[in-house]
């Protein structure tokens, strides 16, 4: 059997790279970061949706590289805020935002809502593009939870230490990686994603 066709892991955030890059090498599948390559053209994530800008990043990626490209939006949407801030989620405090800049802002925001009414999911779409840059595969899976009033925990990235699960009492940041993976957005999505990956490749 032919040896299966690397993925480059679309994204230039190293935790969401980490994240994506541990499900790949469990399924077997040989991967590649942007960092590996010399020339990644710029992609503007100017989409309406998390799917538009998903397929946008897959697909000019997979283009310009010439690999297959599993590329992913993914964002928070808060209930009392009419769905914010999501596609801008990265940039909610400006372009540059650090994740601490983002998540100080909504909770700025939400000063005053009580804990009942800090309802909030996160959402991620992942598409998968081949070579010549045609989507071929996409799922999206979201995770609900609640906003807290302060951050809690060390672990994760972006708004994991205000994203609480009620169900474990706890922020994304205080669960940890083993944890936050099995029942995250990203965790759920790459589950369902990779084994149709691991079927499109062999094919």
Not at 71 to 90: I, K, R
Not at 164 to 180: D, M, N, S, W
Request: charged share 25%; net charge neutral.
């Amino acid at each position: 059997m032919n040896e299966r066709p690397v993925v480059v892991i679309g994204t230039a955030n190293r935790g969401k790279s980490q994240e994506i890059a541990l499900v790949l090498e469990k399924a077997g599948l040989m991967w590649k970061t942007l960092t590996e390559f010399s020339e990644v053209p710029p992609v503007e994530e100017d989409g309406r949706t998390f799917a538009e800008n998903a397929r946008k990043k897959a697909s000019l990626l997979a283009g310009a590289l010439k690999h297959w490209v599993l590329a992913e939006d993914s964002g928070l949407e808060v209930e009392a805020l009419g769905g914010q801030p999501g596609v801008l989620s990265a940039r909610f405090a400006g372009m540059h935002a650090a994740d601490q800049d983002n998540y100080k802002l909504l909770l700025e925001k939400l000063r005053g809502v009580p804990l009942e009414n800090r309802h909030a999911r996160f959402v991620c779409h992942m598409a998968v593009a081949d070579p010549e840059g045609r989507v071929r595969l996409e799922v999206c899976e979201v995770c609900h939870g609640r906003i807290t009033e302060e951050p809690r925990g060390q672990c994760g990235f972006g708004y994991d230490p205000v994203f609480e699960i009620p169900e474990y009492h706890r922020t994304f940041a205080e669960l940890g990686p083993v944890v936050k993976n099995a029942i995250s957005h990203r965790g759920r999505a790459l589950r369902k994603l990779v084994p149709l990956l691991v079927r499109l490749l062999e094919g």
